[in-house]
């Protein structure tokens, strides 16, 4: 953009320009989700619905599927990053911080109700 004015280059037509005020009524189209957006988008929704079900001396937990131990963290809340890679933050059982990485095509979770770590039960839904 140069002077106000967006500049596009045409194999057809050559330079063009294009004034700001008829840029304000182009209308875009939705910028798409990544997959890793879309996984978190729908993992909370998942976990919003699961607190529905639990009451307050309980809180959201979760468990990766296939993994080799049979652990539970208490999710606090899930990131993605780069399009392709969840962070889901948390604690273990003995309350210690944790940070599960997983690439969105392998997410496979286990909800599970934990008994409150804190005074009062952590909910993702915000």
Not at 23 to 38: G, K, T
Not at 92 to 111: I, T
């Amino acid at each position: 953009m140069t002077n106000g004015r967006t500049n596009f280059q045409s194999p057809d037509v050559g330079n063009w320009t294009i004034k700001p005020e008829i840029m304000e009524n182009v209308i875009r189209p939705p910028r798409l989700l990544s997959q890793a957006e879309s996984i978190v988008e729908s993992l909370t929704r998942q976990i919003i619905e699961f607190e529905k079900t639990i009451d307050e001396c309980q809180e959201v937990g979760f468990r990766l599927v296939g993994a080799p131990d049979q652990s539970t963290i208490h999710i606090e809340r899930i990131q993605c990053e780069g399009g392709a890679l969840l962070v889901f933050f948390g604690r273990n059982q003995d309350g210690r911080e944790v940070r599960v990485l997983q690439h969105a095509s392998q997410v496979s979770v286990l909800l599970t109700a934990l008994p409150k770590i804190a005074e009062k039960a952590h909910r993702i839904g915000f």
